[in-house]
């Protein structure tokens, strides 16, 4: 998407944090938008449209969560990823956020603004790797067992062959999040 702005909406009440990331995000060349509730911002995305929408969770009049299910209900906004600012970083929030398909469940002071700006990249495929390699080799084989994957990293669904998913987090640092995904059966 480097051709076409990406649209980004921001919704938090808390007015420092949603100027940060606003102004973080305006350096990189995105198109902001901002919101102070998850009332402000459901408004906001039914009429911009953007591509992607980084909320907080506790807010007057719609918290977070109750924004991702508003945006699910809605046909033009159901499709939009959503990524999650949480200040407390609390385990229920983490179980809820994935159970509502929130695309990245981030803790406040655990990840710098510039992680979340790769994080956003990575959404639009830029920083996101997929790859697959020798399961025989170095300590491929105890890994694999390890995540229970047999020897030859086979997905438990399907019996597809695993690949690894690579998101940047810091390219100077050269630091990446790996998760495996089975790309028959995700």
């Not at 385990?91 to 990840?111: H, Y």
Request: glycine share 8%.
């Amino acid at each position: 998407m480097e051709d076409k702005k990406i649209k980004i909406l921001i919704v938090d009440d808390d007015e420092i944090v949603r100027g940060t990331y606003a102004d973080i995000f305006r350096q990189v060349g995105f198109e902001v938008s901002e919101a102070v509730d998850g009332l402000d911002g459901m408004d906001k995305a039914t009429k911009e449209i953007p591509d992607i929408i980084f909320t907080g969770i506790i807010m007057p009049r719609m918290d977070g969560f109750s924004l991702k299910e508003s945006l699910a209900k809605n046909v033009n906004t159901s499709s939009i990823p959503v990524m999650m600012l949480s200040h407390m970083g609390r385990e229920e929030d983490r179980i809820k956020a994935q159970e509502l398909g929130i695309r990245n469940f981030i803790v406040q002071g655990m990840v710098t603004p510039k992680q979340v700006l790769e994080l956003v990249r990575n959404i639009f495929g830029n920083g996101a790797y997929r790859v697959k390699f020798n399961t025989i080799e170095m300590d491929a084989p105890r890994l694999s067992k390890d995540f229970g994957y047999g020897e030859n990293f086979v997905c438990p669904n399907c019996a597809g062959e695993m690949t690894m998913n690579l998101e940047i987090l810091d390219a100077s640092k050269k630091e990446f999040k790996a998760k495996f995904v089975c790309p028959k059966c995700g």
